[in-house]
């Protein structure tokens, strides 16, 4: 619909002083994401700054069939959190809604608002002894409201689990504008449906979820970080199943590196270098951690017999255990700038994807055919949590190819690896969410049954699609009534 003068005025109004901005040089920031491939326009972005703000704008968009779009610290990559260019939609910031509200050691949780910063979320759990495990690249701008909404992974997830299993309760502001109070320590709550489910991960278009009580773990006090070369994808596949054994469940990330990617780290990234002397085609970052004393569990110990079971199966070629937190920084840093290091060797076509641990060997080999098949002399640089089976399967242009003429591919060769996924029984988004990039994989790749049932739920919840349209499901399934 058109945003009159008076609404625009209205919604001033209920967000408060210092509660909104519509001059285009300060509401761009809030228009791309990270990579610039989507752009934004809108007459107003709204930074309310408590719950009731946000539940009465929200209730005055449903009364006048208002489209919202939800955004928290706006570092996803699939354009999720950003309106279109019809400028018919508002913005809703939460970033100004960032208190800590309580923190329950002897419960081992903390209740905090959707704006605060995914780091000092860390750093609060940090201080009462405690860990709040998500942990991503973006940690330092990122908020807890967006990690929610998209259900974020990151490095952890293998001994952890996704966002979703990091939350206790959820306080969320519904399309008509109610406030569902669903903030709670409970672990145990056998009374129906688990409704906090339904939002994370829905990114925006069931409600608007604006603080969380968080599942926190013993901080690790104890912390081992190897970096080994294997043979081949199937060997590092074996040795996650000694690491999972001799550890007793403390292996904690388990992360797979190329030779490839490796060599774009070190030559692109200052400071970063080759912890081995002799090159290897494939590498293994494992770490282990333990809120445990040495003196009930010598976690380095653990890591050597993990090491030396692998290296009596002829699973590890070389490696290095790091010796202080200092040389570990510097081996995560060589996983942490893969993304980065790609963009200095022209056009990437990504992909996130997640398939059964079991099968990364053979998916790896079938998805280079592909590639080289496609685009001849194209450079896979597959990386990632092969712990819990996600891949970033990205590919850097060949060489001699204009990055604007590999760029043209992108949708072709999407299409041919996701086919391969689902081929694998796997899926085609594993971490970063759908947002507006992947609606056509979701008619695509989705069943009938399960897109309707995700159609009746928005339908019920949100009966008047305001709430970030086009995001998640197709524009034409969303539209559909129940």
């Known amino acids: 619909m058109c945003l009159s003068d008076s609404h625009l005025n209205i919604l001033k109004d209920l967000s408060g002083p210092k509660g909104w901005q519509d001059d285009p040089r300060e509401m761009s920031a809030y228009l791309t994401e990270p990579r610039g491939k989507y752009q934004g326009k809108t007459a107003l972005v709204l930074l309310p700054d408590n719950t009731q703000k946000v539940a009465d704008i929200v209730r005055y968009c449903a009364q006048h069939k208002i489209a919202i779009v939800p955004q928290s610290g706006n570092t996803g990559l699939v354009g999720g959190s950003i309106p279109t260019l019809a400028g018919d939609q508002i913005l809703i910031s939460l970033k100004r809604m960032n208190r800590m509200r309580h923190t329950d050691p002897d419960n081992q949780s903390m209740t905090v608002e959707a704006g605060c910063i995914l780091a000092d979320v860390q750093q609060r759990a940090r201080d009462i002894d405690c860990i709040f495990p998500l942990s991503l690249a973006a940690e330092g701008s990122c908020m807890i409201g967006g990690n929610l909404s998209t259900n974020a992974g990151g490095v952890n997830v293998l001994h952890y689990g996704n966002a979703r299993n990091l939350v206790l309760g959820l306080e969320v502001v519904l399309p008509s504008g109610e406030i569902w109070h669903g903030l709670t320590g409970l672990r145990k709550d056998n009374t129906g449906y688990d409704l906090k489910q339904l939002f994370i991960g829905a990114e925006g278009t069931l409600g608007i979820i604006t603080a969380a009580t968080l599942k926190l773990s013993p901080y690790p006090h104890q912390k081992q970080t190897a970096f080994v070369a294997v043979p081949d994808p199937k060997s590092a596949v074996e040795l996650l199943s000694i690491a999972r054994r001799v550890s007793g469940g403390c292996i904690t990330a388990f992360e797979l590196v190329p030779r490839r990617g490796l060599e774009m780290v070190t030559h692109h990234m200052p400071g970063c270098r080759d912890p081995l002397e002799t090159a290897y085609d494939w590498y293994v970052l494992l770490e282990t951690t333990s809120s445990l004393n040495r003196d009930l569990l010598d976690l380095e110990r653990v890591m050597e017999r993990i090491l030396e079971d692998a290296l009596q199966k002829d699973l590890v070629l070389d490696g290095v255990i790091a010796k202080n937190d200092s040389e570990s920084e510097a081996l995560w840093g060589l996983r942490e700038h893969l993304s980065e290091a790609q963009k200095h060797e022209g056009g990437s076509i990504k992909h996130d994807i997640s398939v059964a641990i079991s099968t990364i060997p053979e998916f790896l080999l079938k998805a280079a055919d592909i590639v080289e098949a496609l685009i001849p002399g194209a450079r896979p640089v597959p990386f990632g949590h092969l712990g819990d089976g996600n891949l970033h399967y990205n590919v850097s242009q060949p060489r001699e190819m204009a990055k604007s003429d590999f760029l043209e591919c992108w949708e072709d060769l999407n299409r041919h690896i996701h086919d391969l996924v689902k081929d694998f029984h796997g899926s085609f988004s594993a971490e970063h969410g759908i947002g507006r990039m992947k609606t056509t994989d979701m008619a695509r790749y989705k069943s009938s049954v399960e ?32």
């Open 451 to 482: 897109l309707d049932m995700m159609r009746r739920i928005k339908a019920a919840l949100d009966p008047e699609d305001i709430m970030n349209p086009g995001v998640i499901l197709p524009a034409e399934i969303s539209q559909e009534k129940a």
